[in-house]
Structure formats: C-alpha cells, structure tokens
C-alpha cells in the first residue's frame, strides 16, 4: 500500500486541515494521558517549520451530533498551548494566521454531518483551505467527513504517524519473525471473530483473556459465575477453536480468575481456578496462575501482538495484576532484545504507561478499532482514499 504523504510539497503559506485524534482521557478539565498528542506532535511541528497555516480538526468522546461542552476540546488546546476556536466551521480566523501558525478547531462531532459523512458539512469543512492531511490513524476505520468526507473538495494527504502506523503493522502482518504469540483480550467474542481468524493464521500461539477469554471458558462449559460474558457467542467461540487447530495454532484460554462479590474497583479480590468459580463471584482480572503461563509464553515467542486489557487494569493495584504482568514481561523481553512488540488499544496503551514501559516496546500504535480491522484485512476508508 502506497499513499500519498507530505514529502516534496511546497506548503509555505498553504492553508492546511489537519485531521488528528486527540480523543484523550481528561478528568476534572485535565488531560491525564497525552499519547496520542505526543504521537501527533511530528507532523504539526513539520508542517510548521515548513510555513503551513494549519488548523486542527478533532473529536472528544461521543457528543452525538449536539454542542455538549463536556466534550470541548478547549483542554487540549490548554495542553498544547493553541489557540482554540470555538466551532469548527468558523473561517474568521484564518485572514490572520501567518505562516507557521497553528490552531485547533472545536470539536468536529458537535454536528451530527461529521459521522454522517454529509456532504455539504464536509464541503463547509473543506472551505478555505488548499489542502488536507490526515494524520488520524485511530478513526480512519470511519467514514466521516473529517477523514473521508473533505477528500472530495481537497488534495489529501497522508501524515507521519498515519505512514508510521501502516508501514509497522503491515511488517509485522507481512513478515513476522516466529514463533508469533497474539494477545487478544477485551470484551466480546462477537466484534473479534474476523481478528481472531486473521491472527490465527498469523500466529503460532493465539492467547485469549479478559471477558472475551470468559465467553471461551463458558463454552468449554466452565464456571464464570456472576460475569461479563456472551452466552450466544459459545458456538462462535467452539468454532474458533476448532479454526486454530485446524491451523495449527495453540488457542489458550484463561486458567484462573481473580473474583470479587461485585463489580467494584474496591471489591476484595480473591483468586479461584475457573471450576472453583461460585454463582455469585463476579470475575474482574485473570489470575496468577493465567499471568505466569502468559509470561513463560511471551519469554518463548520471537514476536508479539496484544490488544485488550485481560482485567480492570485502570482499577489499580487490586484488578491491574493480569495486564500489568503481560505488560512487563512484554517490556522485558523487547528491551532486552529477545522479542519484537506491536500494542495496540486505548486500554492497552494506558496499561503500558501506568507501568513505565511505554518506550520499551518496539511499536506502539494509536489505534484500537482501527489497529483491529487493519490486522483484519478490512479496507480502512480514511486510507483508502489516500492510496496513490
């Protein structure tokens, strides 16, 4: 895949929109996690030390198509020291930029035109500028009008970390070193089949955990007690299974779970193998015994994929224990140059960085959906409309 990118245009004095991602954690009006800024960060400063004039565009959270200013992004601008302007369609400011001018737009998702890709609000998006760049990888699984939308009215483009994220998961997709272990946890069986299937003819060794490990376990029949699972997923689940073998890849599922009585980050933990799980016990984390073959497996492998929490690592320290022992041993093994490492996922992302080893795996990607369906095989629309 070849896509048209920045290198030998001459952008001083354009006017540039560029889509980003900043869809970033904030609590209490504070950004509690900037990666995906900090990943953003090489195309704007190349862009402004060409002399482009570019204005932000992004989404917050789901705001439905309504100005909820929950959802402004008048904190990341804060955080990025940028001017913010306040709605998205406003073109007053743009007479006053100069060159290497940098501002960000409000949140593009207050109009309902952005998700559905309307043509009209996607060619009053477009309105004044000379060209587009999206350097959004995580939302470039949709078809909006800020990804796919203003290609119609702009010569697109793609951005660094749009390049970076296709040029390192299509290597390791293309040409992985074996043995290959993925690491595919989350919540359910139901939006993973198609992954599960790609990984599996990749992989040598497929791990599942989290609820989507559950949903195995309860198909194998199991006890799950009280637990996020999908029952009708368990044909689906079987078929899997069989779909590995057949492959020869080992399918391993969850050994043990640590339980509470209720679904609660100060519940009281306790750690039961799956047949010793109770009615009532609600499942929140994988198990030590699950977390020590995890790392005997990813100390064995020579690549490794993971996408999905395999607990509530966010509940820290009590529920983080599963996806915080996968994270190390991940980390250990890359630093020390035993393994080549691509994560991928929201909350896989913050598990890496609650434990300090972001910058020891090899490849770290934005996406969570988008790092899915790419792995999938999925055409992505936002990149597919900047294929040469």
Same mark, same amino acid.
């Given at each position: 895949?070849?896509?048209?990118?920045?290198?030998?245009?001459? #952008?001083?004095g354009?006017?540039?929109?560029?889509?980003?991602?900043?869809?970033?954690?904030?609590?209490?009006? +504070?950004?509690t996690?900037?990666?995906?800024i900090?990943?953003?960060?090489?195309?704007?400063e190349?862009?402004?030390?060409?002399?482009a004039?570019?204005?932000?565009?992004?989404? #917050?959270?789901?705001?439905?198509?309504?100005?909820?200013?929950? @959802?402004s992004?008048?904190?990341?601008?804060?955080?990025m020291?940028?001017?913010?302007?306040?709605?998205?369609?406003? +073109?007053?400011?743009?007479?006053n930029?100069?060159?290497g001018?940098?501002?960000l737009?409000?949140?593009?998702?207050?109009?309902?035109?952005?998700?559905?890709?309307?043509?009209e609000?996607?060619?009053? #998006?477009?309105?004044g500028?000379?060209?587009?760049?999206?350097d959004?990888?995580?939302?470039?699984?949709?078809a909006?009008?800020? !990804?796919?939308?203003?290609?119609?009215?702009?010569?697109?483009?793609?951005?660094?970390?749009?390049?970076?994220?296709?040029?390192?998961?299509?290597?390791?997709m293309?040409?992985?070193?074996?043995?290959?272990?993925?690491?595919?946890?989350?919540?359910?069986?139901?939006?993973?089949?198609?992954v599960?299937r790609a990984?599996?003819?990749?992989?040598?060794?497929?791990?599942?955990?989290?609820?989507l490990? !559950?949903?195995?376990?309860?198909a194998?029949?199991?006890?799950v007690?009280?637990?996020?699972?999908?029952?009708?997923?368990?044909?689906?689940?079987?078929?899997?299974?069989? @779909?590995?073998?057949?492959?020869?890849?080992?399918l391993?599922?969850?050994?043990?779970?640590g339980v509470?009585?209720v679904?609660?980050?100060?519940?009281?933990?306790?750690?039961?193998?799956?047949?010793?799980?109770?009615?009532?016990?609600?499942?929140? =984390?994988?198990?030590?015994? %699950?977390?020590?073959?995890?790392?005997?497996?990813?100390?064995?492998?020579? !690549?490794?994929?993971?996408?999905?929490?395999?607990?509530m690592?966010?509940w820290?320290? %009590?529920?983080?224990?599963?996806?915080?022992?996968?994270?190390?041993?991940?980390?250990e093994?890359?630093?020390?140059?035993r393994?080549?490492?691509?994560?991928?996922?929201?909350?896989?992302?913050?598990a890496? =960085?609650a434990c300090?080893?972001?910058?020891?795996i090899?490849?770290?990607?934005?996406?969570?959906?988008a790092? #899915?369906?790419?792995?999938?095989?999925?055409?992505?629309?936002?990149?597919?409309?900047?294929?040469?």
């Open positions: 895949m070849k896509l048209r990118d920045l290198s030998g245009l001459s #952008l001083r354009k006017y540039v929109l560029l889509r980003d991602d900043f869809n970033v954690q904030i609590l209490d009006g +504070k950004i996690e900037g990666f995906r900090e990943r953003s960060m090489p195309t704007i190349f862009l402004r030390d060409a002399g004039r570019v204005a932000i565009v992004s989404h #917050l959270g789901r705001p439905k198509g309504i100005r909820d200013m929950k @959802y992004l008048r904190g990341v601008a804060e955080y020291k940028l001017p913010l302007i306040e709605d998205c369609l406003n +073109k007053d400011f743009l007479g930029m100069k060159d001018d940098v501002v737009l409000e949140n593009v998702r207050f109009y309902p035109g952005e998700e559905a890709n309307d043509a609000f996607a060619k009053q #998006l477009a309105n500028f000379d060209l587009f760049v999206n959004a990888f995580a939302v470039s699984h949709r909006h009008a800020s !990804t796919v939308g203003v290609t119609e009215y702009l010569p697109s483009y793609a951005g660094m970390l749009l390049t970076s994220e296709i040029e390192n998961i299509t290597r390791v293309e040409n992985p070193k074996h043995p290959v272990l993925s690491i595919v946890a989350g919540s359910k069986v139901s939006t993973k089949i198609g599960l990984l599996i003819k990749l992989s040598d060794t497929v791990i599942v955990g989290g609820a490990g !559950t949903t195995f376990n309860y194998l029949g199991e006890k007690g009280n637990s996020l699972y999908e029952p009708d997923q368990k044909d689906n689940a079987l078929e899997i299974m069989k @779909y590995a073998a057949d492959n020869n890849c080992r391993l599922v969850p050994l043990d779970k509470g009585p679904f609660e980050p100060n519940a009281p933990r306790t750690d039961k193998d799956m047949n010793d799980i109770a009615d009532t016990d609600v499942i929140i =984390d994988g198990g030590p015994k %699950t977390a020590e073959r995890d790392v005997i497996e990813i100390g064995q492998a020579a !690549t490794v994929i993971w996408n999905g929490t395999v607990g690592a966010e820290m320290p %009590t529920w983080s224990h599963g996806s915080f022992a996968i994270a190390r041993a991940i980390a093994n890359t630093r020390n140059g393994l080549h490492s691509i994560v991928g996922g929201g909350d896989t992302v913050a890496l =960085d300090g080893v972001m910058d020891d090899t490849y770290v990607s934005t996406g969570g959906g790092f #899915l369906e790419f792995i999938e095989g999925r055409e992505l629309p936002g990149i597919k409309v900047l294929e040469q």
